[in-house]
């Protein structure tokens, strides 16, 4: 029956296609089921809850946008974030996992692999490419639209990642199914250096943050990624290929973002009001560097723990 009614969406007009998909959708779990993109949500949450990361909010925002546009695309969207510790790119990451499908982050569709649970030991690597081309293809037979997220690339053994290369480029269809609908994005620290030394001479020139360009470290980072041993692009194929859509820079937080992220913090455990807190977290937070106090050096990923220390 589901085959018969899958069968004749292909002949009948998109209202009717789309009543016999609601059908089919309340007989069984699959993947257009429960791929529900809201772009516009997801561009709201980022401008809303994102704090001073303009080109990472309008460099996700647009190429996703761009992306699920085509009902064709010629390769997949590959993102790569870059930047230090706490400025955002695992929280972008979750935001676009909870606003492509309706279960979010926990939808079967969506795959998270980190190199400490997933690929321990640099001495197995060739077993780990074995694995990972099979995950990845089954997974994408499984689902065309599924949403691959590699965390901490800076701890990814070097050439694991390269078996990825036949799924990222502009081929045709292949393994049974149009892989060129995935999206991967791949998060570390990697290029955090010329990323904050851009941040600082822009900060000491007096320049205004959101002057920072995408283009003045585009290429930068994909030179700092391919060339540090201690990166997952390490002599990476995929740079050489430029398969990777957009590097993706995070930009160190500065104090008034870092505040920001304690009030929303505290307003999610319904205490908006105390701005004494605010200030006391802001001014108990380590900057770099120290003469002129500029940029938190761990961003906001230690705000939690100091908001339970002035409460």
């Known amino acids: 029956m589901l085959a018969i009614l899958s069968v004749l969406c292909l002949y009948l007009t998109n209202p009717v296609c789309g009543v016999i998909q609601r059908l089919l959708c309340t007989f069984k779990d699959s993947c257009d089921c429960d791929?529900?993109?809201?772009?516009?949500d997801l561009?709201?949450?980022?401008?809303?809850?994102v704090y001073g990361q303009h080109l990472a909010q309008d460099i996700v925002s647009e190429e996703v946008a761009r992306f699920l546009q085509n009902n064709n695309p010629e390769r997949p969207l590959v993102l790569s974030f870059h930047g230090s510790s706490g400025t955002g790119k695992t929280l972008?990451?979750?935001m676009l996992g909870n606003h492509l499908y309706g279960s979010a982050m926990s939808s079967p569709y969506v795959h998270q692999f980190v190199p400490t649970l997933?690929?321990?030991?640099?001495?197995?690597?060739?077993?780990?490419?074995?694995?990972?081309?099979?995950?990845?293809?089954?997974?994408?037979?499984?689902?065309?639209?599924?949403?691959?997220?590699?965390?901490e690339m800076e701890k990814m053994p070097p050439g694991l990642i390269d078996v990825l290369q036949p799924f990222l480029g502009p081929s045709h269809v292949v393994f049974g199914t149009n892989y060129r609908k995935a999206i991967y994005?791949?998060?570390?620290?990697?290029?955090?250096e010329v990323i904050n030394k851009m941040a600082l001479e822009n900060r000491q020139s007096g320049g205004d943050r959101d002057?920072?360009?995408w283009a003045d470290l585009q290429e930068a980072i994909a030179q700092a990624a391919y060339n540090s041993n201690s990166s997952g692009f390490f002599h990476s194929s995929i740079i050489q290929h430029n398969y990777i859509t957009r590097f993706?820079?995070?930009?160190?937080l500065s104090r008034r973002h870092v505040e920001r992220c304690v009030h929303s913090q505290l307003c999610q455990r319904g205490s908006c009001g105390r701005s004494d807190v605010v200030e006391a977290v802001g001014g108990d937070m380590i900057y770099t560097p120290v003469k002129g106090h500029y940029f938190s050096s761990t961003g906001c990923k230690a705000v939690p723990a100091k908001i339970n220390l002035f409460l």
């Open 35 to 40: 791929f529900k993109p809201n772009i516009r």
């Open 43 to 49: 561009e709201w949450d980022l401008y809303k809850n």
């Open 92 to 94: 972008v990451s979750s």
């Open 118 to 151: 997933h690929f321990p030991y640099p001495d197995q690597v060739n077993e780990y490419r074995e694995e990972l081309k099979s995950w990845v293809q089954g997974n994408l037979t499984e689902c065309a639209r599924s949403v691959f997220f590699f965390d």
């Open 185 to 192: 994005v791949f998060i570390g620290s990697t290029g955090e």
């Open 211 to 213: 002057e920072i360009k």
């Open 248 to 252: 993706v820079p995070f930009l160190p």
